[in-house]
């Protein structure tokens, strides 16, 4: 199943006019790391413990309580009704996340509990084929207009790819050189982050009155995480 299609298909309405603008890059998330349990067993029982199991497992401790894998499932879902998040923060995700714009970066980057982030520096990285990352303008019904708008971007674009290679070329240095790019400019980055500050992202991303270029990155994560640890996020889904 694939959560918040509609959404995403009303963001991704003009990426067939994206395809070929000058520099353009699409987003792209994967999910290289999880947390995975070791083998574990005790005198007394011998439990099947998964990623997804581990929040309502070690939640047991409190109580000192015993369950199955099955009983563990649902007792996430207990924890998230009662608001009891500590436990989610045993499970440990590692993305890779490409085709985001600086602006982006902004603004995930002031998800500051339990989440951080390795972004690739333009000071050290030769920039001089870097992309940019167009605008939705998802809000646009006017297929002319958005083509007019899509030709502005790939003029400011084009020229400050320009003069940013022209300087780097005359010796400035690139952590000077980047200034001249706008906030469209892309990058890429490893996040760290766990269930607990994901579902605290989500709460606030998956909404529609975030950004739409935050909003579609939360919408892709949340696919890929109900793939993997779907007890941990499906109540945050809404839709039909």
Same mark, same amino acid.
């Given at each position: 199943?694939?959560?918040?299609?509609?959404?995403?298909?009303?963001?991704?309405?003009?990426?067939?006019?994206?395809? $070929?603008?000058?520099?353009?890059?699409?987003?792209?998330?994967?999910?290289? =790391?999880?947390?995975?349990?070791?083998?574990?067993?005790?005198?007394?029982?011998?439990?099947?413990?998964?990623?997804?199991?581990?929040?309502?497992?070690?939640?047991?401790?409190?109580?000192?309580?015993?369950?199955?894998?099955? $009983? $563990?499932?649902?007792?996430?879902?207990?924890?998230?009704? +009662?608001?009891? $998040?500590?436990?989610?923060? =045993?499970?440990?995700?590692?993305?890779?996340?490409?085709?985001?714009?600086?602006?982006?970066?902004?603004? +995930?980057?002031?998800?500051?509990?339990?989440?951080?982030?390795?972004?690739?520096?333009?000071?050290?990285?030769?920039?001089?084929?870097?992309?940019?990352?167009?605008?939705?303008?998802?809000?646009?019904?006017?297929?002319?207009?958005?083509?007019?708008?899509?030709?502005?971007?790939?003029?400011?674009?084009?020229? =400050?790819?320009?003069?940013?290679?022209?300087?780097?070329?005359?010796?400035?240095?690139?952590?000077? =050189?980047?200034?001249?790019?706008?906030?469209?400019?892309?990058?890429?980055?490893?996040?760290?982050?766990?269930?607990?500050?994901?579902?605290?992202?989500?709460?606030?991303?998956?909404?529609?009155?975030?950004? +739409?270029?935050?909003?579609?990155?939360?919408?892709?994560?949340?696919?890929?995480?109900?793939?993997?640890?779907?007890?941990?996020?499906?109540?945050?889904?809404?839709?039909?």
């Amino acid at each position: 199943m694939k959560y918040f299609e509609k959404e995403l298909l009303e963001i991704n309405k003009w990426e067939h006019l994206r395809k $070929d603008l000058f520099r353009n890059e699409e987003p792209e998330i994967k999910l290289i =790391a999880l947390t995975q349990p070791l083998d574990y067993s005790d005198s007394s029982s011998s439990v099947c413990i998964t990623s997804e199991s581990l929040p309502g497992f070690t939640a047991r401790q409190s109580h000192e309580s015993k369950g199955s894998y099955e $009983d $563990d499932i649902q007792l996430n879902k207990k924890l998230i009704f +009662w608001k009891h $998040d500590t436990p989610f923060e =045993a499970v440990q995700y590692v993305f890779h996340v490409s085709g985001i714009s600086k602006s982006l970066a902004g603004q +995930w980057t002031r998800h500051r509990t339990g989440i951080g982030w390795t972004f690739r520096s333009t000071r050290y990285v030769d920039a001089s084929q870097n992309k940019f990352i167009y605008p939705a303008l998802e809000y646009l019904n006017d297929e002319k207009l958005v083509r007019t708008t899509y030709k502005v971007y790939e003029s400011v674009h084009s020229q =400050a790819l320009t003069a940013y290679n022209v300087l780097v070329k005359n010796g400035v240095k690139n952590q000077e =050189a980047r200034r001249l790019m706008p906030v469209g400019w892309s990058t890429s980055a490893y996040c760290y982050t766990n269930a607990r500050s994901l579902r605290h992202f989500f709460e606030l991303r998956l909404s529609s009155h975030a950004e +739409w270029e935050i909003r579609r990155l939360a919408y892709m994560m949340f696919n890929i995480l109900m793939e993997h640890t779907p007890s941990l996020f499906e109540d945050l889904y809404k839709g039909e």
